[in-house]
């Protein structure tokens, strides 16, 4: 559909993101400030949605225009205001069910109980990749401690990622629909980039969102250890 596609869009151009400095996403705000009207602010606006949270984000679209609300972008932003109040520190984890590479149906109801880490990745990315190996690490230090990990993949070809998982061995649950980035599971958890992901308590709250391996680190140390 159109607006999937628009996601999709704004997802791969984030990836020539990665590495924006924190002045651009104020300088957005300045821009779209003085061109309430442009499509093209919106459209870059877009772009860096995933630098704000929703307070910011919220105040930012409500500085557009009236004349443009039509605009496919608007719509996007809006949509992603209301994604992102139903994804937030505190709410229920959305459910979702995926195959692993045995063909087995995985669903988020398998790990209640546990804190869970969701991560979100895929074999063709390279960030992601470098990151298995430092949530391998984490893994080993606490899956003894009521902690655990899935991976949603993010790939298209069933073959590639089966090879991908070959090489690695993964020590955890790897699942995937082979939608790309047209999977239900990223619109709900709201993955703009890779790698990304979310911890879920023992009681299927959200309690962290795409923190820092050092920050969930901490955050693992500071409720399984104590």
């Known amino acids: 559909s159109g607006a999937e596609n628009i996601i999709i869009g704004i997802s791969e151009m984030k990836g020539t993101l990665n590495n924006t ?7 957005t705000k300045q821009f779209v400030l003085n061109n309430p009207s442009s499509v093209g602010a919106v459209y870059f606006l877009c772009l860096l949605s995933s630098h704000y949270d929703v307070k910011k984000l919220e105040e ?8 443009i609300e039509d605009c ?4 996007y932003l809006k949509d992603e205001l209301l994604l992102r109040k139903d994804l937030e520190i505190g ?5 979702f069910c995926l195959k692993n590479s ?7 109801e398998n790990y209640q109980g546990k804190y869970l880490f969701i991560d979100f990745g895929a074999s063709w990315s390279i960030p992601s990749v470098r990151r298995y190996n430092q949530l391998l690490s984490l893994y080993r230090e606490y899956c003894g401690y009521n902690f655990d990990i899935v991976s949603v993949s993010l790939d298209s070809d069933e073959c590639d990622w089966k090879n991908y998982l070959a090489e690695v061995n993964p020590q955890w ?8 980035w047209s999977s239900p599971v990223t619109k709900h958890y709201r993955v703009l980039n890779l790698p990304y992901g979310v911890l879920v308590d023992t009681q299927g709250k959200i309690v962290l969102i795409n ?3 050092d920050k969930l680190k901490r955050y693992l140390k500071q409720v399984l250890e104590n």
């Open 211 to 213: 923190p820092s391996i």
């Open 21 to 27: 400095t924190l002045e651009i996403p104020e300088g």
């Open 91 to 95: 709410t229920d984890a959305p459910s």
């Open 72 to 75: 496919q972008y608007v719509r």
């Open 173 to 180: 649950e790897f699942i995937s629909d082979f939608l790309y």
């Open 60 to 67: 930012i679209v409500m500085l557009i225009d009236p004349s």
């Open 102 to 108: 045995r063909e087995e149906v995985i669903c988020l």
